[in-house]
């Protein structure tokens, strides 16, 4: 199915199962842990050994030699596999280096060494007979200091975008506002944080591999690893049915699922290869850091006449950029512009995806801007924001958003939050020890449209069952798929079995990218519309005069039961949706306004969230329930940037040394206050046949900010510098008289 123009009414807009907060079909599962993760999949392999990866102890240079014949003589070792004893293999999609193989050493924690033994003890500690011999070079691991050196970059993911993006004249008019802004920002180096470490089961059957591992996108998955060993995409099959979390960091492929193949290959049995936490922190993805400058120029009645970011990035040489300029482009008028992004060489893990890539730390320096300029003009914040809305591309004017309510978004969240109780005089609102402030942030993330596949079997019993190969990170995917399936079959979300995560299904999108739910669903609407075909066809309907619904297929005065079509056999539907160019006419993005609530101690600094708030126009919400779960974990994830998450690098060695989960702070459930969520009701017709379009990263965008400009409300102290911590704050806080 191709979708080319903008939908019309369908089948989902009966809203009968779509649209209702049913809960979770996979919850069960979860909750009595009998869910199979990649590590535990006992079902599938007999026997297997265990893989300890080894990293490198440099953060630059080359491995010269590494004497691994203690390693292989210790008990219980079958084999250990050396990067020397191999070319580098190719790099997977979407990434920068070779995960194993060859000398060069560009990273901390590379892998240089895997050791294969009976149980994961025998090769965990084999592991630390591995020596390894290195010559290294000194580590360009500080942002700032190589800031310089930096050379433009365009954005990998916005093509139409030039490195250095000019509309007007930036530099005359930002001269000439009579209000003006000037301020530089930084945002850490972060990492996901999940709780399933990167884990892989690995066997092979007569040339054939099959992966039991923990990957968002399984497609990406599949082709990286036919790549990286030489085989026909046809011989590679990759299996993830359950993630535990991902964030971006499990897009792509890394080292556990390759070195898990070529373990297995060695020993001739299955290997299980997980990521020790500290490599997730040093071998795998990260939100790469950022130094920004903006520039904001406004009239004296808040009108913004020009709008200057400048973003500078550190990744690998030839790496990805972090796009933080990406939401100033589309967020706000102005009609003179100067966009720029740099990107610094840096020797640490490579940056890539993670949680609304771009727009998360964008946002968290635009949005203190436009609060700090609000306050300069004396403007309140939301106003200044409504004032600012535009409805079109400021680069292509004709080119207009398919559905655009952010401001809508504004006014209903600051009625809801109470935003006139607040005092806009920053420090005045205390209770007791406790600074009060109150503070608020627009949130903007594209919405991304992906071809993506499904099948749907109609059995003799009347059951319906969804295959395809698209995965649930704990989204809820299972179930806005069952939902889709009963609503277009017209049967209850019980009758419908819902298989994910196989590569032998048809391909999907994927999760990631807030894409998943939106192109899922709908690559399972156009398959859906196959299968219907095919019920009326041996029914003896009229496909586009049949309804279906109560369990059976009626037109005019004729009702037969949906299980009759398949007496003689079950029936199947199968197709893809993929996408025309109503991009080119249409921006398509979500959008949200962020408040938060904040209490500040004035004798330690210490700041607590009191309560939050979210406003969302995402389009059609295909399940409140799950997508509320999405939005609050969002503004969960959004405190940690706030407040407390940083990768911490020793610059003399170019590693994180904060690299488990005791050390990286992330917030606890002390840490989080009352959460609330308002979804506006606005399908999108342009999006997709679903009208819907995605929320998991849209709850995230914004929120750091809001929790910022709330502190500042709170103490007048403005902090530019996450996170924002009370180191940073003490020696200017309020007296405490």
């Not at 449209?449 to 969804?466: E, H, K, M, Q, Y």
Request: charged share 20%; hydrophobic share 45%; aromatic share 6%.
């Amino acid at each position: 199915m191709r979708f080319e123009t903008p939908a019309g009414p369908n089948a989902v807009d009966r809203s009968t199962v779509v649209g209702r907060p049913v809960r979770r079909i996979d919850g069960p599962r979860k909750v009595t842990g009998t869910a199979p993760y990649a590590y535990e999949r006992h079902d599938v392999v007999a026997d297997p050994a265990y893989g300890w990866i080894v990293g490198a102890t440099i953060a630059r240079g080359r491995v010269v030699r590494v004497d691994a014949a203690a390693a292989r003589a210790a008990p219980g070792v079958l084999a250990v596999l050396t990067t020397l004893e191999r070319d580098a293999l190719p790099p997977g999609l979407r990434t920068t280096l070779p995960l194993f193989g060859g000398a060069q050493v560009r990273h901390y924690h590379q892998a240089v060494a895997l050791v294969v033994a009976e149980t994961f003890e025998a090769a965990r500690a084999a592991a630390h007979l591995v020596a390894a011999e290195y010559e290294a070079a000194s580590p360009r691991c500080d942002l700032a200091a190589e800031a310089a050196g930096a050379e433009p970059v365009a954005d990998r993911d916005g093509p139409d975008y030039p490195a250095v993006d000019r509309i007007g004249d930036f530099e005359a008019a930002f001269a000439a506002a009579p209000v003006r802004l000037d301020a530089h920002y930084s945002t850490p180096d972060q990492t996901h944080a999940m709780m399933e470490p990167h884990a892989t089961t690995a066997a092979w059957t007569d040339g054939r591999l099959t992966v039991w591992t923990s990957a968002q996108v399984i497609a990406w998955h599949r082709g990286s690893l036919a790549q990286a060993l030489g085989l026909p995409k046809e011989d590679v099959r990759v299996e993830s049915p359950f993630i535990g979390g991902g964030f971006g960091s499990k897009l792509l492929v890394r080292a556990d699922a390759l070195l898990a193949a070529l373990g297995a290959a060695a020993v001739g049995r299955p290997v299980k290869v997980a990521l020790q936490r500290p490599l997730i922190a040093n071998h795998g993805t990260r939100r790469a850091g950022t130094i920004q400058r903006i520039r904001l120029g406004a009239t004296r009645d808040g009108r913004l006449t020009a709008i200057g970011h400048q973003s500078v990035n550190g990744n690998l040489a030839g790496a990805f950029a972090e796009a933080a300029v990406a939401p100033t482009r589309l967020l706000y008028g102005a009609p003179n512009r100067d966009l720029s992004m740099r990107l610094a060489t840096l020797d640490l893990a490579e940056g890539n995806d993670m949680r609304a890539p771009g727009e998360a730390p964008g946002l968290m320096a635009l949005e203190i801007a436009m609060d700090e300029l609000a306050e300069t003009l004396g403007i309140d914040p939301v106003a200044l924001r409504i004032l600012n809305d535009t409805q079109v591309d400021p680069r292509k004017p004709g080119r207009r958003f398919s559905e655009r309510h952010l401001v809508e978004c504004l006014r209903v969240g600051a009625d809801r939050f109470g935003w006139a109780r607040r005092n806009p005089v920053p420090g005045a609102v205390r209770d007791g020890r406790w600074l009060v402030g109150m503070g608020m942030a627009a949130g903007f993330r594209l919405n991304l449209p992906f071809p993506s596949g499904a099948r749907i079997r109609l059995a003799r019993d009347g059951r319906l069952t969804v295959e395809t190969d698209m995965t649930d990170i704990g989204t809820g995917t299972s179930t806005i798929l069952a939902q889709t399936a009963a609503e277009m079959m017209g049967v209850p979300v019980e009758a419908v079995t819902v298989r994910l995560g196989d590569s032998d299904f048809p391909e999907a999108a994927g999760s990631g990218g807030q894409f998943g739910a939106n192109n899922a669903t709908s690559g399972l609407y156009a398959a859906c519309l196959k299968l219907r075909e095919a019920v009326a066809a041996r029914l003896g309907f009229d496909a586009g005069a049949a309804e279906f619904a109560g369990g059976a297929v009626t037109a005019g005065t004729r009702s037969v039961p949906l299980a009759e079509a398949a007496k003689d056999g079950p029936l199947v539907g199968e197709d893809r949706i993929t996408y025309g160019d109503l991009d080119k006419d249409y921006v398509q993005a979500t959008f949200g306004a962020q408040f938060a609530e904040v209490a500040v101690n004035r004798f330690t600094g210490e700041t607590r969230v009191r309560r939050m708030l979210a406003a969302i126009d995402a389009g059609r919400v295909l399940n409140p329930l799950t997508a509320r779960s999405q939005v609050i974990g969002a503004m969960t994830m959004g405190v940690g940037a706030a407040l407390m998450e940083a990768l911490a690098v020793d610059k003399r060695h170019g590693f994180f040394v904060n690299h488990d989960l005791g050390g990286y702070e992330v917030p606890v459930h002390a840490d989080i206050p009352h959460q609330e969520v308002i979804f506006l009701d606005h399908p999108d017709a342009v999006s997709s046949p679903m009208k819907a379009k995605g929320i998991g990263e849209i709850g995230l965008c914004g929120v750091a900010a809001a929790v910022a400009n709330a502190v500042y409300n709170a103490t007048g102290i403005r902090v530019r510098d996450y996170p924002v911590t009370l180191d940073k704050m003490l020696d200017r806080m309020p007296g405490a008289a």
